[in-house]
């Protein structure tokens, strides 16, 4: 596995070793060992989710202000622009972004540590989103930071998608990063 920084030191891209031939490929999606000696981080998984969508569908930029968790997060079928927002106010990156292609072709899979706001675009005709989490989802803590809040300013990547992007009323109610609750 290959470990690739991002403009936010702890956000972290993952690329697994992939072996196909003409019979199709095998890789190896997590293996604890090998994310803790490329990452340093010792994390304990406690819940997977899968979510499919259709294409234009943004779903976020959510986080849970306690029970904060992190995310491992892929790609299995079709392609996502992925984002996440660092909230931990102490943080020299506090408000800034960072977003990578997620797909079924490059296989790649983003760290997202607990503190961040986290979300997605559909860029393909549907994709299926795969990720695990360190904390149990907990709705009561949940908390949404506006996809499009101007001071974050998250350049998603609309001209690939057919008009304005399909959201959820709980995400057309985010909140600023003003006025959002964030980590200390």
Known sequence: MNLIQTAIPDLLILEPKVFGDARGFFMESYNARTFRELTGLDVDFVQDNHS???KG????LHYQIQQAQGKLVRVVRGSVFDVAVDLRKASPTFGLWAGVE????NQRQVWIPPGFAHGFLVTSDSADFLYKTTDYYAPQHERCLLWNDPVVGVAWPLAQIDGAPQLSAKDVAGKGLADCEVFA
């Open 57 to 60: 569908v943004l779903r976020g």
């Open 102 to 105: 997620l797909s079924e072709e």
């Open 52 to 54: 499919r969508s259709a």
